[in-house]
Nanobody, 124 residues
């Protein structure tokens, strides 16, 4: 079992930056591929970014490529999402997730553990 707790959300103006963190506890965090997802009101949860267990491989949704950076510090059991050049359409609840699969995982259904989410609101 892996417990995940997100933090770092908040209100920011368009063009600004935020860094989300996801603290993991429980079974060995460093073995799990991790990801960030988001869900806006009235929309389905969507993939944002993923990283493999060692941090050497990453993958991004086209909508955030070049603006967001996913990273992890296995020594601190923490996953990060650096979000730059934020847009109003980035407003959503952001979730971190961990998978029991190997490699890099981009499919929502293949994630086994989820955090409770943190709200990101981008204003004009």
């Amino acid at each position: 079992q892996v417990q995940l707790v997100e933090s770092g959300g908040g209100l920011v103006q368009a063009g600004g930056s935020l860094r989300l963190s996801c603290a993991a506890s429980g079974r060995t965090f460093s073995r799990n591929p991790m990801g960030w997802f988001r869900q806006a009101p009235g929309k389905e949860r969507e993939f944002v970014a993923a990283i493999n267990w060692i941090g050497g491989s990453t993958y991004y949704a086209d909508s955030v490529k070049g603006r967001f950076t996913i990273s992890r510090d296995n020594a601190k059991n923490t996953l990060y999402l650096q979000m730059n050049s934020l847009k109003i359409e980035d407003t959503a609840v952001y979730y971190c997730a961990a998978s029991r699969l190997l490699g890099i995982v981009v499919v929502t259904a293949q994630y086994d553990y989820w955090g409770q989410g943190t709200q990101v609101t981008v204003s004009s």
